[in-house]
């Protein structure tokens, strides 16, 4: 019974807490009845937006189709609806805030960014893009280069490098999250929002297991699971937590640097005790990566309203990607020279 009650004050507790993370513009009351008048009358100051004026015909097909509660098109409307919606009203409630001389806040986890066309912000969407684009370059010479450059070991398919497999999964996983992150920053719904921020953390998680992997030079499967398990295990369940209980920015924040500055110390340390042939692309990858890391603490609102902390970051990231997979091209080819002289 007691256990019961303690259990019912954490449950309050957690839902009274997690309220509290919504970003400081989207808790602001004078916001929020902005998007709820806008979603009922379809306008928001001068501003209409379509799609939030549903025809008669529009409910007159929602209605007749008895199999499908909402046509598909209707809630696409609605999806767009509530993204137009938000956008006005933080536009409108940003104006109002700058000629109060107050600073820009955050709406939903970001800056207010201008949109144009149909991306909501277009700086963010083409540098996620050109992201994507670089890591399947170089996804696609490291495939080449193990597949058809480097020797296999004798009478079997399996290379001599003891990492291939896990740089594929390596490489799958950046290009799933640079894909979903060129869709949210065009076009940012809750499904989107949640795909991306989940295939960033599933990202950095499996990154961070592969560089302990790397670095202690864990070959056999076993030891490779026990290294896994607690890292895959943790990150499980904060994606978990994010989707279905509170996507918590903040927390989600910290979580995401703390993984990264691991790795990145864990890489340094492993690259200033080793004589790796090629250490000085892994000794810029980490400098690089830690500059990088200060924009993501070091978060500040966009100039003119598309370039913000977080899009530099992303900017940062493109050259740095390019040098990785040359370094993890170089690490395949230094191996395998390794282990062919010694098999010899
Ligand atoms: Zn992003």
Known sequence: MASGRWFSLFLLLGFFVGGLHASAGDADPTYRTCVEQCEKTGSVGDISITHCLFS????????????????????????????????????????????LGLSPVKYHGKWPFKRIYVF???????????????????????????????????????????YTGLWHIYGFLSMNAWFWSTIFHTRDFELTEKLDYSSAVALLGYSLMLSLLRTFDVKDEATRVMFATPILGFVTTHILYLNFYELDYGWNMKVCVVMGIIQLLVWAIWVGMKHHPHRFKLWTVVFGGALSMLLKINDFPPYNGYVDAHALWHATIIPLTHLWWSFINSDAEYRTAMLVKKSD
């Open 56 to 99: 008669t015909s529009d409910w007159a097909a929602n209605n007749n189709t008895w199999y499908m509660q909402e046509p598909l098109y209707l809630q696409w409307k609605q999806l767009n609806c509530r993204s137009d919606c938000c956008y006005h009203c933080m536009m409108q409630r940003e104006n109002e805030r700058e000629a």
């Open 120 to 162: 909501q912000e277009p700086a963010l969407a083409a540098l996620s893009a050109v992201g994507l684009i670089i890591h399947f370059v170089g996804w696609l010479s490291f495939f080449i280069l193990v597949n058809y450059k480097l020797p296999f070991r004798p009478n079997s398919k399996r290379t001599y490098y003891e």
